[in-house]
């Protein structure tokens, strides 16, 4: 079985943030038996000034094995099939 690792980029009382972490969760629960099996993790832009940075005007991001997937909303379809499609 394949390892997918997702992060999910974001602040603490950011409310996109909180819809993508409830989306993100939704879909890796609901993953296929046989599915990669995928970690998530969480930075916050307020613990790492590159984040900041690089990302202050984009919150949410998330990124599948280091690249970026999304920014703003997550798309429940679209992570599935980019998750499956991972492997």
Not at 7 to 34: F, M, N, Q, W, Y
Not at 39 to 62: F, G, K, M, N, T
């Amino acid at each position: 079985m394949s390892h997918v690792d997702l992060t999910l980029i974001g602040k603490p009382g950011c409310h996109l943030c909180d819809d993508a972490r409830d989306a993100i969760t939704s879909v890796i629960a609901a993953l296929p038996e046989g599915s990669p099996r995928v970690s998530l993790s969480e930075r916050s832009i307020l613990d790492d000034a590159q984040l900041l940075e690089r990302y202050a005007d984009e919150i949410p991001v998330v990124l599948i094995d280091g690249r970026m997937h999304t920014y703003w909303r997550v798309d429940p379809a679209r992570l599935r099939t980019a998750l499956l499609e991972a492997s």
